[in-house]
């Protein structure tokens, strides 16, 4: 049987934040639903990067409650973000420049070779395999998984941290300004990937200054101001002007 509970992926109810005096967070309510793209605007201090660090595990709510896939949860760490499925791409912090391909999709989760002559040693063969196989999942076409991360550009780059996580199996994915200095074609294909993660039943927030770059590939938007959820609504109900009007 079909109901919304079916459907949720993550839910917040009341959730509350304080930083000292500052009330960052105020009674923020949000559900996201499975293969869901939501689109969450808002300036500076609305609030926004204090919810995604609370549902990525780098903050603790102060009051309030979390729900993955219909049951309460406490994300204490990042580690337990993770665990559950929940993944953060950031603009400039998820890749390790100087590393290869290979070593950025599977850092800090490198499969193993174990027997009498491994020891557990990284099984490097395994890593470039599947590495590759996983980044033409998303339709990147680089030459090896040896290439330093470094010689690729803001859009590959993207484009390797949304296949690391769709090989982990995430369910959630909070992109926090992937579209930030690339160029019109790169923006083209961060926004593709987006877009293609709706039929893996993977649930994404969209946070972008850009709110062309929003309306594009949003099926919700939330706004938010001063702490506050101002607006939830479908990307077919309103338009980009109206957007702007809102969050002003």
Request: net charge positive; hydrophobic share 35%.
């Amino acid at each position: 049987m079909n109901n919304n509970s079916d459907k949720e992926l993550i839910k917040c109810t009341g959730i509350n934040k304080w930083y000292g005096n500052l009330h960052a967070l105020k009674d923020m309510d949000m559900t996201i639903n499975k293969g869901e793209v939501i689109g969450l605007i808002g300036d500076n201090g609305a609030g926004k990067s204090t919810l995604i660090k609370i549902m990525c595990g780098v903050h603790k709510l102060d009051k309030g409650d979390l729900y993955f896939e219909g049951k309460r949860v406490s994300i204490e760490n990042p580690k337990s973000a993770m665990k559950l499925g929940i993944e953060t791409i950031h603009q400039y912090s998820t890749m390790f420049f100087e590393m290869s391909i290979a070593s950025n999709v599977f850092i800090g989760r490198e499969p193993k070779k174990f027997g009498f002559n491994f020891l557990g040693l990284k099984d490097e063969k395994k890593m470039d395999y599947e590495s590759m196989k996983a980044i033409k999942e998303v339709g990147l076409d680089l030459r090896s998984p040896h290439i330093p991360v470094k010689e690729l550009s803001g859009g590959e780059r993207q484009g390797v941290a949304i296949a690391r996580s769709m090989y982990f199996k995430s369910k959630m994915l909070i992109l926090d300004e992937p579209t930030n200095h690339l160029s019109v074609k790169e923006t083209f294909k961060v926004l593709e990937y987006i877009k293609g993660l709706k039929s893996l039943g993977i649930g994404s927030i969209f946070i972008s200054h850009n709110l062309y770059h929003v309306h594009e590939v949003a099926d919700r938007v939330i706004g938010m101001a001063r702490g506050e959820k101002v607006c939830d609504m479908d990307k077919k109900d309103t338009t980009v002007n109206e957007l702007i009007k809102l969050i002003g």
